[in-house]
Protein backbone atom coordinates (compact mmCIF):
# COMPACT_ATOMS: atom_id res chain seq x y z
CA UNK A 1 0.00 0.00 0.00
CA UNK A 2 1.49 3.14 -1.16
CA UNK A 3 0.22 6.58 1.18
CA UNK A 4 0.09 9.83 -0.39
CA UNK A 5 -0.46 12.94 1.56
CA UNK A 6 -4.20 13.31 0.11
CA UNK A 7 -5.12 9.99 1.23
CA UNK A 8 -4.19 11.13 4.93
CA UNK A 9 -6.96 12.15 7.85
CA UNK A 10 -5.24 14.42 10.84
CA UNK A 11 -5.62 12.66 14.04
CA UNK A 12 -3.51 15.49 15.53
CA UNK A 13 -3.24 19.17 14.44
CA UNK A 14 -0.24 21.17 14.94
CA UNK A 15 -2.30 23.15 17.58
CA UNK A 16 -3.02 20.62 19.52
CA UNK A 17 0.60 19.10 19.47
CA UNK A 18 2.14 21.98 20.49
CA UNK A 19 -0.95 22.54 23.48
CA UNK A 20 0.09 19.30 24.22
CA UNK A 21 4.10 19.65 24.15
CA UNK A 22 3.56 22.61 26.44
CA UNK A 23 1.86 20.67 29.15
CA UNK A 24 3.93 17.71 29.26
CA UNK A 25 6.89 20.26 29.73
CA UNK A 26 4.97 21.51 32.55
CA UNK A 27 4.97 18.30 34.22
CA UNK A 28 8.80 17.82 33.41
CA UNK A 29 9.66 21.64 34.65
CA UNK A 30 7.77 20.69 38.07
CA UNK A 31 9.61 17.10 38.27
CA UNK A 32 12.90 18.59 37.50
CA UNK A 33 12.58 21.68 39.46
CA UNK A 34 15.89 23.40 37.90
CA UNK A 35 17.98 20.34 38.30
CA UNK A 36 20.35 19.60 35.22
CA UNK A 37 18.84 16.80 32.72
CA UNK A 38 20.40 14.98 29.83
CA UNK A 39 17.74 14.32 27.10
CA UNK A 40 18.19 11.93 24.97
CA UNK A 41 16.26 12.02 21.61
CA UNK A 42 15.86 8.89 19.46
CA UNK A 43 16.05 9.45 15.79
CA UNK A 44 15.01 9.84 13.81
CA UNK A 45 11.62 10.15 14.38
CA UNK A 46 11.55 11.75 17.98
CA UNK A 47 13.67 14.33 16.40
CA UNK A 48 10.77 17.35 15.64
CA UNK A 49 8.43 16.10 19.17
CA UNK A 50 12.33 16.43 20.95
CA UNK A 51 13.16 19.72 19.66
CA UNK A 52 9.91 21.04 20.56
CA UNK A 53 9.86 19.65 23.92
CA UNK A 54 13.06 20.76 24.90
CA UNK A 55 12.48 24.51 24.06
CA UNK A 56 9.99 24.76 27.12
CA UNK A 57 11.88 23.36 29.59
CA UNK A 58 13.48 25.71 32.22
CA UNK A 59 16.40 23.90 33.68
CA UNK A 60 20.08 23.25 32.42
CA UNK A 61 19.97 21.09 29.64
CA UNK A 62 22.45 18.52 26.82
CA UNK A 63 20.61 16.94 24.17
CA UNK A 64 21.87 13.51 23.56
CA UNK A 65 20.91 11.16 19.94
CA UNK A 66 20.39 8.00 19.74
CA UNK A 67 19.36 5.64 16.49
CA UNK A 68 17.90 2.88 17.25
CA UNK A 69 15.75 0.53 14.16
CA UNK A 70 13.11 -1.79 14.81
CA UNK A 71 10.85 -1.51 11.67
CA UNK A 72 11.03 -4.49 9.00
CA UNK A 73 8.44 -3.69 6.90
CA UNK A 74 7.07 -0.25 6.34
CA UNK A 75 3.72 -1.25 8.39
CA UNK A 76 5.13 -4.05 11.14
CA UNK A 77 7.93 -3.99 13.80
CA UNK A 78 10.39 -6.98 13.16
CA UNK A 79 9.97 -7.15 16.92
CA UNK A 80 13.77 -6.94 17.50
CA UNK A 81 15.57 -3.31 18.32
CA UNK A 82 18.47 -2.70 16.44
CA UNK A 83 21.03 -0.80 18.44
CA UNK A 84 22.68 1.75 15.03
CA UNK A 85 24.67 4.54 17.22
CA UNK A 86 23.64 4.36 21.00
CA UNK A 87 27.11 6.19 22.15
CA UNK A 88 26.60 7.62 25.21
CA UNK A 89 28.26 10.07 27.75
CA UNK A 90 28.71 9.00 31.26
CA UNK A 91 25.49 9.23 33.07
CA UNK A 92 25.79 7.98 36.03
CA UNK A 93 23.97 10.28 38.76
CA UNK A 94 22.60 12.39 36.02
CA UNK A 95 18.77 12.56 35.41
CA UNK A 96 17.83 11.51 31.82
CA UNK A 97 14.85 11.79 29.77
CA UNK A 98 14.58 9.36 26.98
CA UNK A 99 12.27 11.03 24.11
CA UNK A 100 10.60 9.04 21.88
CA UNK A 101 7.79 9.62 18.96
CA UNK A 102 5.79 6.53 19.91
CA UNK A 103 5.44 3.41 21.83
CA UNK A 104 3.53 0.87 20.89
CA UNK A 105 4.97 -2.39 21.02
CA UNK A 106 6.60 -1.54 23.88
CA UNK A 107 10.03 -3.30 22.73
CA UNK A 108 12.01 -0.12 22.20
CA UNK A 109 11.68 1.65 25.75
CA UNK A 110 12.23 -1.82 27.02
CA UNK A 111 16.14 -2.01 24.98
CA UNK A 112 16.44 1.60 26.15
CA UNK A 113 15.29 1.20 30.09
CA UNK A 114 17.41 -2.60 30.32
CA UNK A 115 20.25 -0.15 28.49
CA UNK A 116 20.46 2.65 31.00
CA UNK A 117 19.99 0.35 33.92
CA UNK A 118 23.05 -2.09 32.47
CA UNK A 119 24.90 0.64 31.95
CA UNK A 120 24.69 3.87 34.13
CA UNK A 121 23.43 4.77 37.86
CA UNK A 122 21.12 7.51 36.72
CA UNK A 123 19.83 9.45 39.21
CA UNK A 124 16.76 9.30 37.35
CA UNK A 125 15.52 7.84 34.31
CA UNK A 126 12.33 8.96 32.92
CA UNK A 127 10.52 7.95 29.78
CA UNK A 128 8.27 10.09 27.41
CA UNK A 129 6.44 9.59 24.26
CA UNK A 130 4.49 11.55 22.06
CA UNK A 131 2.37 8.67 21.45
CA UNK A 132 0.95 6.01 23.45
CA UNK A 133 -0.41 3.33 21.53
CA UNK A 134 -1.16 0.38 24.14
CA UNK A 135 -3.17 -1.75 21.95
CA UNK A 136 -0.14 -2.90 20.39
CA UNK A 137 2.01 -3.30 23.50
CA UNK A 138 4.12 -6.65 24.02
CA UNK A 139 5.17 -5.35 27.67
CA UNK A 140 4.54 -4.06 30.73
CA UNK A 141 6.74 -0.55 29.88
CA UNK A 142 4.58 2.40 30.19
CA UNK A 143 5.97 6.01 29.41
CA UNK A 144 6.34 8.27 32.59
CA UNK A 145 4.89 11.14 30.49
CA UNK A 146 3.01 10.81 26.97
CA UNK A 147 0.80 13.19 24.50
CA UNK A 148 -1.80 11.14 23.27
CA UNK A 149 -2.63 7.86 23.08
CA UNK A 150 -4.22 6.02 19.36
CA UNK A 151 -5.50 3.35 19.09
CA UNK A 152 -4.04 0.73 16.18
CA UNK A 153 -3.67 3.53 13.30
CA UNK A 154 -0.50 3.45 11.28
CA UNK A 155 0.24 7.11 11.93
CA UNK A 156 2.81 9.38 10.27
CA UNK A 157 3.81 13.33 10.06
CA UNK A 158 5.51 15.06 13.02
CA UNK A 159 8.99 12.84 12.69
CA UNK A 160 6.48 9.79 11.97
CA UNK A 161 7.30 8.38 8.72
CA UNK A 162 6.30 6.25 5.88
CA UNK A 163 9.38 4.71 4.22
CA UNK A 164 11.54 8.27 4.77
CA UNK A 165 8.53 10.14 4.19
CA UNK A 166 5.90 12.47 5.90
CA UNK A 167 8.42 13.08 8.55
CA UNK A 168 8.17 17.18 7.92
CA UNK A 169 3.88 17.40 7.95
CA UNK A 170 3.31 20.12 10.69
CA UNK A 171 0.30 17.39 11.85
CA UNK A 172 -0.05 13.52 12.68
CA UNK A 173 -2.08 11.58 10.08
CA UNK A 174 -3.25 8.48 9.31
CA UNK A 175 -5.01 6.19 6.42
CA UNK A 176 -8.36 4.95 6.91
CA UNK A 177 -8.14 1.18 6.78
CA UNK A 178 -9.60 -0.35 3.39
Known amino acids: MDIKVED???LFTEKQIQAKIKEIAKELNAFYKGEDVYAICVLKGAVM???DLVKSLDMPLKMEFIR???????FS???KVNAVDISLPDLNDKN???????I???LTAKFLIDFMHCNFKTKSTKFCSL???KVCRKTDIEPDYYGFHIDDKFVVGYGLDYEGYYRNLRYIGYVEAK
Open 96 to 102: VLIIEDI
Open 77 to 79: STG
Open 68 to 74: LSSYGTA
Open 8 to 10: LKV
Open 104 to 106: DTG
Open 49 to 51: FAT
Open 131 to 133: LDK
